[in-house]
């Protein structure tokens, strides 16, 4: 059975309250119930409103194997029809409190970026949690940014121009993507998109603490997906968030929104990138909820967002890397 949710954060769009009031809460405590829903909720979007519009972009399913693991990564390939050579590329992972969520969840995000973004995405179907805990999803999607980035040429991409991206929990991986990426000296990323994120499982900010039954959601997702254990907390590329030292990583676009409980984790991360001296955008939206854009595309407010983000997405891609600088 669904509860209401209690009264949101902030201010809701007016174009957007009425959806905001008909979206049901799942709690998270219930990772099978959740994957139910969000599998419903896809359904019932594309009954409801036409897809959007494909023409110009090619799609392509594919698995990455890893050998080492002895399992396979599938992913979803978008790329302009137009242009096959030397694209530069994202790699996508998709939200769903880190338990849900499939190559589905984010098809027409996906589609919007790789059109708006004038750029091939990867989308990445990672193993879910509870099964398959930390580091099962960051590792998955590392093994894809690897893929890419060493058959991009065999692909039609440029390796040398890519980036990573997610909305929420998805977010949350490809901040710690972009992290390792620093660590290990490869390839310095163009951007890292953080949509909606999920940063911090500590869980005091005052936009969190604002929304007590989204603050118990939280600690079960977080759960989830790091398990018991309070040192693997800590541990490299678990939560983006208590990564002490932000110096040296990737550009960065971070979108708020004004209604979200994870409103301040970003605003707080994208303030530690700036102060650390890594380019950061912070976009936020007042009135918009939690993925609001992709409950709601056509309202005004998911209009802007959504022109903001690909925007910055082929900004971002179209600068090569001579032109980049890494922080001190």
Excluded: K
């Amino acid at each position: 059975m669904t509860r209401q949710r209690s009264r949101p954060v902030g201010e809701l769009d007016p174009e957007l309250a009425r959806a905001a009031a008909l979206r049901p809460r799942v709690p998270v405590s219930d990772p099978f119930a959740l994957r139910r829903e969000f599998r419903r909720a896809v359904q019932i979007s594309r009954t409801l409103r036409a897809d959007v519009n494909t023409a110009g972009v090619e799609i392509e399913d594919r698995s990455v194997i890893v050998q080492r693991r002895r399992h396979v990564v599938p992913v979803r390939i978008y790329r302009p029809a137009d242009d096959r050579v030397g694209l530069p590329v994202l790699v996508y992972a998709h939200g769903g409190a880190f338990v849900a969520g499939d190559l589905d969840t984010e098809h027409d995000r996906c589609l919007r970026l790789a059109a708006g973004g004038r750029c091939a995405v990867v989308s990445v179907d990672y193993r879910l949690p509870p099964e398959h805990p930390f580091p099962a999803p960051f590792d998955d999607c590392m093994t894809v940014l690897r893929w890419v980035r060493r058959e991009g040429p065999h692909l039609g991409f440029d390796p040398t121009r890519s980036a990573v991206g997610g909305s929420s929990t998805g977010a949350a991986l490809a901040a710690c993507m972009a992290q390792a990426v620093a660590d290990a000296g490869e390839p310095r990323l163009l951007l890292q998109l953080l949509l909606f994120p999920a940063l911090d499982d500590r869980l005091h900010t005052g936009s969190m603490r604002g929304d007590p039954e989204a603050a118990e959601d939280s600690a079960h997702m977080w759960r989830h997906y790091l398990g018991n254990d309070p040192a693997v907390r800590s541990r490299p590329y678990a939560v983006p968030g208590r990564r002490g030292d932000l110096r040296g990583l990737a550009p960065a676009y971070v979108l708020v929104a004004g209604a979200d409980p994870l409103r301040d984790e970003g605003i707080d991360y994208a303030r530690r990138l700036l102060h650390a001296g890594v380019a950061a955008e912070l976009h936020h939206f007042p009135g918009g909820f939690h993925t609001f854009d992709a409950a709601v595309p056509g309202a005004g407010l998911s209009q802007r967002a959504l022109r903001d983000q690909t925007s910055a997405l082929r900004y971002a891609l179209q600068r090569t890397p001579c032109q980049i600088t890494r922080a001190n």
